[in-house]
Structures are given as C-alpha cells and as structure tokens.
C-alpha cells in the first residue's frame, strides 16, 4: 500500500506570491490533516477534511484555506505569503470517522518564502 | 491554548544506553501518543496509549499514559544508532461528538554516539 504522497517536495516562492500544496492519502483513508512544522512553533495542526467537509481547524489566519475532494485527495493554499510562511508543511491521513490520533504523515513540503 | 511540555530537549548518549524522555501539560488528554521523525521525513507512530495508568512497549520502546493523564513518559533501552531522530510527544482530548486535534510537544532531538 503506497504511503501518504506529497507535492511538490521544495519550493521557493517570494512575499505575496500564493502557493498549492498537494496530498494524495493513503488509499482508503478519508480524513485529511494538515500541519505545519517550524523550528520555533513545532508542530501545529492546521485543519482536518473528512469526506470533502472541513471538520476542524486550528488557529491560522484565514489565508490559509483547504479543500478536499471526492477521492480523498487535498489541497492547502497559502495566499499572500509571509517570510513566517516558510516552513514544513505536512499533511497526514487516518482510516476512520474517529480521530484516534494515530495519523500516518507524508514527508512534507517544504516551502521557503523569499 | 494547550501545550505541551517536552523533555529533554535534546540529548547525547552512548550506544547501549537507555533513555527516558517525557511530556507533561496542564490539561488532560484521553490519548497520548508518541511519534519519530528522521530527518527529510514526516513523523511515525511509535506508541499510542489509551487508558490513564496504561504502559505499553514496542520492541525496545516503552511508554506510560500517566495517571493524571497530564503526562506521558517514553524510555528506549539498549540504544542503537537508528534511534537518532526526534522524539514527538502528542495528546488527544476528544469528546462527544468533537473530534479534536493533535497537540503535539517540541520534540526531544536524540543523538547516538557510536
């Protein structure tokens, strides 16, 4: 069974540029969940998808969106991007309706603001 | 909001040695779980605990949901140089019909002299 996919692996964008993010999820999981990953902050969840509706989110502004569609895969755009933008972004997938916390992460994009 | 209290942040030990590392926070979880991550990849469940007082071992790892469920420790024994990486402390709360989300701790930054 392949893993939790990622695009692009890199990227380098500049202030004010808007970017998208891509996740393919493990074949048959349904929940989707963004992070993002600083050395600062650590880890800090973003939103969750589940069957293409958003179910949680965490505490981002608002130019971090998220949608996810009907085969599971999602997507996470960054608009008007700030240097505090660069970082690893993670996206994880789990089987069931129920958050039991065991997510299996992809390996991330790393994303560098200019 | 929450947050989660992770030590060591880092550590050196010898080959051979056991380590011990733990998360404390001021508020319950009803999971705990802990994950690691190589470098250039995205975290991996190691440990998930579900009841207060639980201890639970995988291999050479071995982890405890405390008993106030506001902490949670992990000790690696007999350590080998594959076990460089950091270490990820992560706590659930979910209830009723919210599924909640991962917090997750700074990390312990492990490194093995061989």
């Known amino acids: 069974k392949a893993g939790v996919t990622q695009t692009p692996r890199y990227l380098i964008k500049t202030r004010g540029q808007q970017v998208t993010l891509s996740c393919s999820p493990i074949s048959g999981h349904r929940s989707v969940s963004w992070y993002q990953q600083t050395p600062g902050q650590g880890l800090q969840f973003l939103f969750e998808?589940?069957?293409?509706?958003?179910?949680n989110k965490g505490n981002f502004p608002g130019r971090f969106s998220g949608r996810q569609f009907s085969n599971s895969r999602s997507e996470m755009n960054v608009s008007t991007l700030e240097l505090g933008d660069s970082a690893l972004y993670l996206c994880?997938?789990?089987?069931?309706?129920?958050?039991?916390?065991?997510?299996?992460f992809g390996e991330g994009s790393r994303l560098t603001v200019l | 909001g929450q947050q989660l209290n992770q030590s060591p942040q880092s550590m050196f030990i010898q080959e051979g040695e056991d380590v011990s590392m733990n998360c404390t926070s001021s508020s319950i979880f009803n999971t705990w779980l802990w994950y690691k991550q190589d470098p250039g990849e995205g975290p991996v469940l190691l440990i998930a605990?579900?009841?207060?007082?639980e201890l639970t071992s995988n291999g050479r790892l071995t982890a405890q949901f405390g008993i106030t469920r506001k902490d949670s420790f992990l000790n690696i024994s007999a350590s080998i140089p594959s076990d460089v990486g950091i270490y990820f402390c992560?706590?659930?709360?979910?209830?009723?019909?919210?599924?909640?989300?991962?917090?997750f701790g700074k990390g312990t930054k492990l490194s093995v002299k061989p």
């Open positions: 998808y589940f069957s293409e509706t958003q179910r």
């Open positions: 994880a997938s789990r089987e069931g309706r129920r958050n039991t916390g065991e997510l299996f």
């Open positions: 992560a706590g659930l709360m979910n209830y009723g019909g919210s599924q909640g989300n991962l917090i």
């Open positions: 605990l579900y009841k207060a007082g």
